[in-house]
């Protein structure tokens, strides 16, 4: 694979190596895109195509939010997936009750942590401590392997931060997550925090973290996370979520492998068609030059690059081959005389060196006039005329 990944020697005195696992989301914070509408059937089929991805854990939903998101749940649990299904949970009676009632066997269980989220809803420190605790008793109790997820954790106090998650495990919890619900931390303090994190759990509890992208950082933060000692990376397909979303999976997975050698499941070459279902299903598009998935990351307009096509290293960061994408020249404002020639030969169109130039000139002036690219069948109509 590493022949494919062209980042030259730059990298190298930072690559961690080893492996981290991958816990997908999108079924439950993607679907918190403004928006977004997915039905239990759509849920599965979103299921098999995260499993087919190589995703190891996938959150089918939490439960107790509809008979919609119930029914999910139950599908996706019973449908024979490799991947292990999770559910997610408040630490409340009711909603752990539900995990037990569906026989999920692993969940998250989420309660908000910080002296912001704690005074919004008017619950005291030590109340939610032992709301915690309790959650995470029922749960080993009745063989739920939980992780708890401390809501806002970036933005809790220190010592109640550590206080929580060192009880959180003492009561039963099997993982922890640290959580960046508003995008808010450096990668440096994401890095910091998971570090202290998997000091005081101990070894035996496996660490995630779980960050949103709001200051366009969720991939660095995840990096940081992985660097820290992070075991488990939580994200979604496409990077969709609340406000800015959450970290891509795809760029997570891309950024780790070819930056600094850190493997995971996650299978690239099906991770352009597993992002453009997941579009077609939720009813949103992506910016075209979104790494990994991107419509234009291997379509060439400018005739300065045209002049290089024929030698991808030159051009491109990796190999169109690793995200099984189509490399191709587009024709339009920013075309050259290569562009044409280029062009030219992939229609199978006989134009002569010297018809170039003027070829180029039309391609440009109907590049500008139309503010876009000009079609193949556009082209061939100009060569013909």
């Given at each position: 694979m590493s022949e494919l990944i062209w980042t030259g020697t730059l990298n190298d005195g930072h690559r961690l190596g080893g492996s981290v696992g991958f816990y997908d989301t999108t079924l439950r914070d993607g679907e918190q895109t403004v928006g977004v509408v997915l039905d239990p059937e759509q849920k599965l089929e979103i299921a098999r195509l995260l499993d087919g991805l190589g995703i190891e854990r996938i959150e089918a939903g939490f439960p107790r939010v509809s008979e919609d998101d119930w029914r999910a749940?139950?599908?996706?649990?019973?449908?024979?997936?490799q991947?292990?299904?999770?559910?997610?949970?408040?630490?409340?009676?009711?909603?752990?009750?539900?995990?037990?009632?569906?026989?999920?066997?692993?969940?998250v269980i989420e309660s908000p942590i910080s002296d912001l989220k704690l005074n919004a809803i008017g619950v005291d420190r030590d109340t939610m401590l032992g709301r915690i605790t309790n959650a995470m008793r029922f749960a080993a109790e009745h063989g739920i392997h939980a992780a708890f997820f401390g809501v806002d954790s970036t933005r809790a106090e220190p010592d109640f931060y550590e206080r929580v998650y060192t009880s959180a495990v003492e009561a039963g919890a099997r993982e922890v997550v640290v959580v960046d619900t508003l995008g808010i931390a450096s990668p440096e303090a994401v890095e910091e925090l998971v570090g202290k994190t998997v000091e005081w759990v101990g070894p035996g509890v496996p660490v995630h973290f779980h960050g949103h992208n709001d200051f366009g950082l969720a991939t660095a933060s995840a990096v940081a996370a992985v660097r820290a000692g992070a075991t488990w990376i939580q994200g979604t397909i496409n990077g969709m979520g609340e406000r800015a979303g959450?970290?891509?999976?795809?760029?997570?997975?891309?950024?780790l492998r070819a930056l600094y050698g850190v493997e995971s499941n996650l299978r690239l070459d099906r991770v352009r068609e597993v992002s453009a279902r997941v579009q077609?299903?939720?009813?949103?598009?992506?910016?075209?030059?979104?790494?990994?998935?991107?419509?234009?990351?291997?379509?060439?307009?400018?005739?300065a690059v045209a002049s290089q096509f024929h030698d991808p290293p030159s051009i491109e960061p990796f190999s169109s081959e690793l995200v099984h994408a189509q490399r191709a020249i587009v024709l339009g404002k920013k075309s050259g005389l290569d562009s044409i020639r280029i062009k030219a030969d992939e229609l199978g169109l006989d134009v002569p060196e010297e018809r170039r130039a003027e070829l180029l000139a039309k391609v440009k002036e109907l590049g500008a006039r139309k503010r876009g690219l000009v079609s193949d069948d556009e082209f061939r109509e100009l060569v013909a005329g």
């Open positions: 749940v139950e599908l996706i649990a019973g449908a024979g997936l991947a292990q299904v999770w559910g997610f949970s408040r630490a409340v009676p009711a909603d752990l009750e539900a995990l037990v009632e569906l026989g999920v066997p692993a969940s959450n970290a891509n999976l795809g760029e997570v997975a891309m950024t077609e299903l939720s009813g949103y598009a992506l910016e075209p030059w979104k790494p990994v998935t991107g419509a234009t990351l291997f379509r060439r307009e400018s005739g």
